[in-house]
């Protein structure tokens, strides 16, 4: 059973910083890629960066282009997100997902982080 261990999130003013952490535990198959989605109140689940476990190849949603920085650390399991300049439009819930090289997906259990103005 695949379990996760998300941190880093909290309340921080505008233009501030936060680290996210995701660490996974409980992997018994191949890891192709990691990432990270946010959810705002009454808004769906969006993609905010993902990360090749095996290249470390990175995308990013244009939104956080340039402020925010996904990294992973595979001896650990664990994806990070690094987030600067933040303006409330990033408030949310903060989810970390992990893809099996066979297609499966597995979701974080959520950090939130409110940003004021």
């Known amino acids: 059973q695949v379990q996760f261990v998300e941190s880093g999130g909290g309340l921080v003013q505008t233009g501030g910083s936060l680290r996210l952490s995701c660490a996974a535990s409980?992997?018994?198959?191949?890891?192709?890629?990691m990432g990270w989605y946010r959810q705002a109140p009454g808004k769906q689940r969006d993609l905010v960066a993902t990360?090749?476990?095996?290249?470390?190849?990175?995308s990013y949603a244009d939104s956080v282009k340039g402020r925010f920085t996904i990294s992973r650390d595979n001896a650990k399991n664990t994806v990070y997100l690094q987030m600067n300049s933040l303006t409330p439009e990033d408030t949310g819930v903060y989810y970390c997902?992990?893809?099996?090289?066979?297609?499966?997906?597995?979701w974080g259990q959520g950090t939130q982080v409110t940003v004021s103005s």
């Open positions: 997902r992990l893809y099996s090289s066979s297609g499966g997906a597995y």
């Open positions: 409980g992997i018994t198959f191949s890891i192709n890629n």
């Open positions: 990360i090749s476990r095996s290249t470390g190849i990175r």
